[in-house]
């Protein structure tokens, strides 16, 4: 087996069911044997215990064929295996290694930026107020991959103070 299909078959099940629309029997759960009863948003029930080698297995009850990983839970309910393939868990499955179910993700993409606020709140109407309206399409913002129509359509959010600083 290689090591990305082993890493996805020891996620969290819990966590992924729980995504899923399951939820956890707290009465019928036995969180000491690690042996959890969770409930289906269609009322179907599932079993997920952890096994000692870290990875996680569910079986159903009613249905002796419907147990095994995560991977037997997709291919199960996406169309059995001849449908959806190893390759397609994989895919599915990627994102979340090392994601939500294996702890924080990295978010990807721009970063907010921190913005200290005045101590004083009642400056910033003010402030707003000496600001001028940003006409056309300044270089900073086209700089920024802003276009004419996004400038026009956000003109009434968009402001410059005395220093030409732009403000939103």
Do not use: C
């Not at 709140?121 to 003010?126: A, D, G, R, Y």
């Not at 913002?141 to 400038?151: H, N, P």
């Amino acid at each position: 087996m290689d090591q990305e299909l082993d890493d996805m078959i020891r996620l969290n099940l819990l966590e992924y069911l729980a995504g899923e629309g399951y939820r956890i029997d707290e009465h019928k759960s036995d969180e000491k044997k690690g042996t959890y009863k969770m409930w289906g948003p269609n009322g179907d029930i599932l079993w997920v215990t952890r096994r000692d080698d870290g990875g996680w297995v569910y079986w159903n009850p009613l249905d002796e064929s419907d147990k095994g990983t995560i991977v037997q839970y997709l291919q199960q309910r996406r169309g059995g295996k001849a449908a959806f393939t190893i390759g397609h868990v994989k895919k599915h499955l990627r994102g979340k290694v090392g994601g939500f179910l294996r702890g924080a993700a990295i978010p990807k993409g721009p970063r907010p930026i921190a913005v200290r606020a005045p101590k004083d709140l009642s400056q910033i109407p003010e402030k707003w107020n000496q600001a001028r309206a940003v006409w056309g399409l300044p270089h900073y913002l086209e700089s920024r991959g802003l276009t004419a129509e996004t400038v026009t359509a956000y003109a009434s959010a968009l402001h410059m103070d005395k220093k030409a600083n732009r403000r939103l």
